[in-house]
């Protein structure tokens, strides 16, 4: 057995025990991986979906896994991809639910989130911006995943990365005074 979960994952799959591999894979990264795209789709029956899609994805691609990246940014990579795909695709469908004017009701009817008043403005906040966007500041915010890494997953430069997060940051912080400033006056 090895002291390395990441490189066991590896060694259990490419000597052919795929489903001890990928069972290891999922109990290691699951949580991880969840509450990535849990933030950035908000709602839990559509972070379970595009979780389900991305370990579908890892599950057919892990042989071609090369070790350039770590094996965890390759999974975030994934994640966040799909995660980005789920919003554009759910934006297209869309034709009433403007965005962010419904995410208080669709997150207030989530029986596994936590409805406290500034919570629930944080995550509007945070669903209101850009899907990229969206997904460096989780990456950044939640996980206090380092730039360079977010660079491997997202692709870019760590001074793009860097300037996409203070922006996010202060999108949020507007959305927060003026949302705030209505709910106590």
């Not at 839990?44 to 389900?52: G, I, K, N």
Request: charged residues 25%.
């Amino acid at each position: 057995m090895v002291n390395n979960p990441d490189q066991e994952i590896l060694q259990l799959v490419s000597k052919g025990s795929m489903e001890a591999g990928f069972s290891l894979l999922v109990r290691t990264y699951q949580e991880k991986l969840y509450w990535q795209i849990r933030r950035m789709v908000a709602i839990h029956a559509d972070a379970d979906d595009v979780l389900q899609n991305t370990f579908v994805k890892v599950y057919k691609n892990i042989l071609k896994f090369e070790g350039n990246a770590k094996l965890s940014t390759w999974l975030y990579r994934i994640a966040v991809n799909e995660s980005i795909s789920f919003l554009k695709a759910k934006k297209r469908k869309r034709t009433e639910d403007i965005e962010g004017v419904h995410i208080e009701t669709r997150l207030i009817q989530d029986s596994y989130f936590d409805h406290e008043t500034t919570l629930l403005n944080l995550q509007k906040a945070i669903h209101m911006l850009p899907e990229k966007q969206r997904a460096v500041f989780t990456m950044r915010y939640y996980n206090e995943m380092p730039y360079k890494e977010m660079a491997e997953v997202m692709g870019g430069t760590v001074g793009s990365l860097k300037a996409s997060y203070h922006h996010a940051v202060k999108k949020i912080e507007e959305y927060l005074k003026i949302n705030i400033s209505y709910v106590g006056g």
